[in-house]
T-cell receptor, first 111, second 112 residues
Framework: GESVGLHLPTLSVQEGDNSIINCAYSNSASDYFIWYKQESGKGPQFIID?????DKRQGQRVTVLLNKTVKHLSLQIAATQPGDSAVYFCAERPGYSTLTFGKGTMLLVSP | DAGVIQSPRHEVTEMGQEVTLRCKPISGHDYLFWYRQTMMRGLELLIY????????DSGMPEDRFSAKMPNASFSTLKIQPSEPRDSAVYFC??????????FGSGTQLSVL
């Protein structure tokens, strides 16, 4: 889930496991959602996005699920690899406004 | 395309000095955003431009911060005078008419 304060929530998994990173968004008017991955020392990198008229979207090894009823977004990573270790951010966009980012979840993948 | 290019990658300065961060967006992108990232606050939007025009600067912390976009391929974020609490990573991002933001590698600013 998203963080409060200084400490990022951390998900630790073994290589080859499936990972699920959760995000609770705040604005029921949000109609677009996006996941970013940020590796140490780099800028956030686009992973996958979804619009509010969908509840699931799949990419390569990643799936995003959207539950508008409870304002919940999740990112599933299949067969997690050490290179997936990073901080993952969800972002929401209400209407024509700009993206609002969550504080992120750290994913640690051990070999 | 080389992506969004920011300079410098690292900046160390003393309190009171002027700091200028630079950004070259992806060619053809007509939106440009400046973000600040800290552990406490995460990614905060400072200002964004559309077709070189500032649209929303409500995230700019105070008058010490200013941003310009003189043309479609260049933007600056200036802090004058800088303070230790300005220490953060500053990201520039750009996008076309769809929503996908592309970020630069950031400028790590340390104000001593």
């Amino acid at each position: 889930g998203e963080s409060v304060g200084l400490h990022l929530p951390t998900l630790s998994v073994q290589e080859g496991d499936n990972s699920i990173i959760n995000c609770a968004y705040s604005n029921s008017a949000s109609d677009y959602f996006i996941w970013y991955k940020q590796e140490s020392g780099k800028g956030p990198q686009f992973i996958i996005d979804i619009r509010s008229n969908m509840d699931k979207r799949q990419g390569q090894r990643v799936t995003v699920l959207l539950n508008k009823t409870v304002k919940h977004l999740s990112l599933q990573i299949a067969a997690t690899q050490p290179g997936d270790s990073a901080v993952y951010f969800c972002a929401e966009r209400p209407g024509y406004s700009t993206l609002t980012f969550g504080k992120g979840t750290m994913l640690l993948v051990s070999p | 395309d080389a992506g969004v290019i920011q300079s410098p990658r690292h900046e160390v300065t003393e309190m009171g000095q002027e700091v200028t961060l630079r950004c070259k967006p992806i060619s053809g992108h007509d939106y440009l955003f400046w973000y600040r990232q800290t552990m406490m606050r995460g990614l905060e939007l400072l200002i964004y431009f559309n077709n070189n025009v500032p649209i929303d600067d409500s995230g700019m912390p105070e008058d010490r911060f200013s941003a310009k976009m003189p043309n479609a391929s260049f933007s600056t974020l200036k802090i004058q005078p800088s303070e230790p609490r300005d220490s953060a990573v500053y990201f520039c991002a750009s996008r076309a008419t769809d929503e996908k933001l592309f970020f630069g590698s950031g400028t790590q600013l340390s104000v001593l």
